[in-house]
């Protein structure tokens, strides 16, 4: 009965921090889009899929470089990397060609 009640809890809370991020992007607020991206993996982002996690922290990436938020965009992008390495979904290689892509527009 605990496990299906602490299952209910996370997948409420899981709904809640999906809609954060929809709210987000419908209305715009780059600003916070890395903590939130970061924050909905933190919280309940295990119940998605790898692909999922690497596709939404992969944005929350480029939107924390686009607003000059470096520290939660490369949090995002290490644990991004994290999950594309595990689920395959991009090889080494890829991912080190767009760390240097990135890191190449820093410096900019």
């Known amino acids: 009965l605990a ?3 602490q299952f209910a809890n996370a997948a ?3 709904r809640i921090a999906t809609n954060a991020l929809v709210l987000s992007e419908k209305f715009g607020s780059s600003n916070q889009k890395p903590l939130l991206y970061n924050n909905h ?4 982002g295990h119940l998605d899929s790898y692909h999922l996690n690497a596709s939404q922290l992969r944005k929350g990436f480029a939107s ?3 607003s000059g938020d470096a520290g939660p965009a490369f949090n995002c992008a290490s ?3 994290h999950f594309s390495i595990i689920s395959a979904e991009k090889d080494l290689t890829s991912l080190l060609k767009e760390i ?6 820093l410096e900019t």
């Open 3 to 5: 496990k299906d009640v």
């Open 12 to 14: 409420f809370l899981h």
């Open 41 to 44: 993996f933190l919280g309940t």
């Open 64 to 66: 924390g470089l686009s």
């Open 79 to 81: 644990i991004a990397t």
């Open 100 to 105: 240097d892509h990135y890191l190449l527009l």
